[in-house]
């Protein structure tokens, strides 16, 4: 059974970075689609990053283009987010989730959810 934990949240100025990381026991993560997501109070989830199985595709959506990574630490069995000039709107439970196999995809498609993570962009 994939079990997903995110870390890396916290509290962080605009403007500043963060790096969250969705590491995985049970299986080897690299044969799955991970996906970042994240959930702001009184808003929906919303679908910000993929990267597939496979030959690595990545996706973001246009609120975090230019700003955030998405990446494989194959030794670590995890994917990172690596989340630049930060702004308050990025504020939300940040969770990430994972599919098996390839189609990388910004909506709820997938079978496995971490239990997400705080981050808090406030000056």
């Known amino acids: 059974q994939l079990q997903l934990v995110e870390s890396g949240g916290g509290l962080v100025q605009p403007g500043g970075s963060l790096r969250l990381s969705c590491a995985a026991s049970?299986?080897?993560?690299?044969?799955?689609?991970v996906g970042w997501f994240r959930q702001a109070p009184g808003k929906e989830r919303e679908g910000i990053s993929c990267?597939?199985?496979?030959?690595?595709?990545?996706n973001y959506a246009d609120s975090v283009k230019g700003r955030f990574t998405i990446s494989r630490e194959y030794a670590k069995n995890a994917v990172i987010l690596q989340m630049n000039s930060l702004k308050p709107e990025d504020t939300a439970v940040y969770y990430c989730?994972?599919?098996?196999?390839?189609?990388?995809?910004?909506?709820?498609?997938?079978?496995?959810w971490g239990q997400g993570a705080q981050v808090t962009v406030s000056s």
């Open positions: 989730a994972a599919m098996y196999g390839w189609r990388c995809s910004l909506g709820p498609d997938y079978t496995y």
């Open positions: 990267i597939s199985s496979g030959e690595g595709v990545t």
């Open positions: 049970g299986v080897t993560l690299e044969y799955y689609t």
